[in-house]
């Protein structure tokens, strides 16, 4: 993988050619041995070599802790891959876990191979393809986990977003398996509701995670939207207040908001379809 332009001596950091046009490495100023990837001038990763279970992103805290609290299994699915941060964690808390790293840009998933320590298959497995044709191509109940965290420059692609790709996500899963979407929307919250609406029509049961300031529509942020079969827990409960201890205990608190909260939430909002063909 040929490097453009290095910034300093350390031979990871530099400017790299991928599919899809750059990727750039720095050093974190503020730790040693972690970096941030960049992905067509997008921070997109965060890695510290030796410590994958350092996630310095708090949306992917969030993820970390509805997965671990919820999954029925080890089989995960990620759909977008960068730096394969989560993958990593996951592999490291679930040392038998198989992780398939889902990731448009073929020479971008060569590079993360090249520059951290990324475990080798079938741990982590980083495949190139793009996302919604991958999940389409799943076998029923191939995985257990799927983790949609796929953006455009500040938005998730339409296709990504349908009722027609919540199906096939949900024949991929396993009885009972777990859908899970970074969704980033404006104060609006036009794009979480319309997910959710559309996720609804497809799973028995809903939910969502956030700070405060995003679910109140006060700023562009966020919404780590939760779907599955299997009943979520519901606020009041033993296992709600699992979840919600984690999330409370990082720099940015975040809150879990229960099935009753959440159809509540994107009441009255349109799912998106795939166009008529």
Not at 27 to 53: C, T
Request: contains cysteine; charged residues 20%; glycine residues 8%.
């Amino acid at each position: 993988m040929g490097r453009q332009r290095a910034h300093s001596s350390d031979p990871r950091v530099g400017t790299y050619e991928i599919s899809t046009g750059s990727a750039s490495v720095e050093a974190d100023p503020f730790r040693e041995g972690a970096y941030i990837l960049n992905v067509n001038g997008v921070p997109s990763s965060h890695i510290v070599l030796d410590e994958p279970e350092e996630l310095e992103f708090e949306y992917m805290r969030w993820i970390a802790a509805a997965v671990e609290s919820l999954a029925p299994g080890r089989r995960l699915v990620h759909l977008g891959g960068a730096g394969c941060s989560l993958a990593r964690y996951f592999a490291s808390i679930w040392p038998n876990s198989h992780n398939t790293v889902v990731e448009l840009d073929a020479k971008l998933g060569q590079l993360v191979r090249e520059l951290f320590d990324i475990p080798s298959a079938p741990t982590v497995k980083i495949r190139a393809g793009e996302a919604r044709a991958v999940t389409f191509g799943f076998p029923p109940g191939r995985c257990d986990v799927i983790i949609r965290d796929v953006f455009a420059g500040s938005t998730t692609p339409r296709p990504l977003t349908t009722v027609e790709f919540f199906e096939a996500a949900h024949s991929a899963l396993s009885a009972g398996g777990l859908y899970v979407a970074n969704c980033g929307d404006h104060s609006s919250l036009r794009v979480a509701k319309a997910e959710l609406a559309g996720l609804a029509q497809v799973f028995s049961h809903v939910a969502v995670i956030a700070d405060p300031p995003m679910l109140k529509g006060r700023r562009y942020g966020n919404i780590i939207l939760i779907a599955s079969d299997t009943e979520l827990p519901v606020e009041g409960s033993p296992d709600f207040a699992a979840l919600t201890k984690p999330l409370l205990a990082g720099a940015v608190p975040a809150r879990y908001e229960d099935e009753r909260w959440t159809r509540k939430f994107f009441k009255g909002a349109d799912a998106l379809r795939d166009p008529a063909e």
